[in-house]
């Protein structure tokens, strides 16, 4: 059985609320080379009504979203409002586009979908390719034009609530790496500290988006686990500090097969301080869902393909869904 860790010290300024949203990426409309395996409304049906999950991450490419793509989509969102399960829409290209051709994109994209807070715009997973010939530091490039792009989408009439990532994998652990006044930005927490070109959203709608794996490195390669804690308590009190609000878009700590012994209390641990910092850490959705995936794959949250809606749920699951 999993490890059941200490709870997280309640910070002095904790206002407690619910619980985070426990939720799931359900890949398939992003995968190398297309989209065919993509998530079926039965496979949606599945991770919210068989599983339980309260959140659901929809990683996609821009280039795929045809007017099909969209229509499909659009029946498959509707169904997780109905049930009240927020949808995360991931631009999952890793592609940091100038500011005017992501308003573009997103004006256009978006609204297909409601902008009742059911429908949240994540612009794009683990942004790279900054290549400004002026502001050359990657980290204030983002700041910049991170807010150009949201304040854009204000200007179109784009409600929906925001989700935000940040160069270098958008890791947890990277958020906030202290660098003093003299020295140049290596993460986004320097980079909003120092970035006086305005708010960061006119609508105060938009949240931090960080990854956290547990292997070495947190890579996201290896099913070992590397490290004793989450780092979640610290990253909720760097948002706090700073009345920033965020998601946790990709972790994941075992699969539906089993879980490595180095990865029990870790897990246990992440969890605990999802729930402890609540205020701050509004929900996540936990890496490795969709047919897409291979049986071998170390994340894998799907029972095996032909017994994925017969199938018990894991231990593993019931985990990731805050049971």
């Given at each position: 059985?999993?490890?059941?860790?200490?709870?997280?010290?309640?910070?002095?300024?904790?206002?407690?609320?619910?619980?985070?949203?426990?939720?799931?990426?359900?890949?398939g409309a992003e995968a190398s080379g297309g989209d065919a395996i993509r998530p079926s409304l039965e496979d949606w049906k599945g991770y919210i009504e068989r599983h339980g999950f309260k959140l659901i991450r929809y990683p996609f490419k821009d280039d795929r979203m045809t007017p099909a793509r969209i229509a499909e989509l659009k029946v498959n969102v509707a169904y997780a409002r109905s049930k009240g399960v927020p949808v995360i829409l991931d631009n999952h290209t890793y592609r940091w586009d100038a500011p005017a051709k992501a308003i573009a994109f997103w004006t256009g994209f978006a609204r297909n979908f409601p902008d009742d807070g059911s429908v949240i715009l994540d612009l794009v997973?683990?942004?790279?390719?900054?290549?400004?010939?002026?502001?050359?530091?990657?980290?204030?490039?983002?700041?910049?034009?991170?807010?150009?792009?949201?304040?854009?989408?204000?200007?179109?009439?784009?409600?929906?609530?925001?989700?935000?990532?940040?160069?270098?994998?958008?890791?947890?652990?990277?958020?906030d790496k202290k660098e003093g006044a003299w020295k140049a930005c290596e993460s986004a927490g320097c980079a909003l500290d120092r970035d006086t070109s305005g708010p960061l959203d006119p609508l105060n709608r938009t949240y931090l988006n960080g990854h956290r794996y547990f292997d070495k490195g947190s890579s996201g390669t290896s099913k070992e686990c590397d490290v004793k804690t989450s780092g979640f308590v610290e990253f909720a009190d760097q948002l706090r500090r700073r009345g920033l609000k965020?998601?946790?878009?990709?972790?994941?700590?075992?699969?539906?097969?089993?879980?490595?012994?180095?990865?029990?209390?870790?897990?246990?641990?992440?969890?605990?301080?999802?729930?402890?910092?609540?205020?701050?850490?509004?929900?996540i959705t936990w890496w490795g869902g969709g047919r897409v995936w291979p049986e071998s794959y170390i994340f894998k949250i799907d029972p095996p393909k032909a017994a994925r809606?017969?199938?018990?749920?894991?231990?593993?699951?019931?985990?990731?869904t805050g049971r």
């Open positions: 059985a999993p490890a059941t860790p200490a709870t997280p010290a309640q910070p002095a300024n904790h206002t407690a609320r619910a619980d985070p949203l426990f939720g799931a990426n359900l890949s997973n683990e942004p790279r390719g900054f290549d400004d010939p002026v502001l050359t530091n990657d980290w204030m490039q983002w700041a910049r034009d991170s807010k150009i792009i949201i304040a854009g989408l204000r200007a179109n009439g784009i409600k929906h609530p925001i989700a935000l990532e940040w160069p270098q994998w958008s890791a947890t652990f990277r958020f965020a998601y946790i878009t990709e972790s994941a700590f075992a699969s539906h097969y089993g879980m490595k012994p180095s990865c029990a209390a870790v897990g246990a641990e992440a969890l605990a301080a999802l729930r402890v910092n609540s205020d701050v850490l509004l929900g809606f017969t199938a018990p749920t894991s231990s593993y699951v019931e985990q990731l």
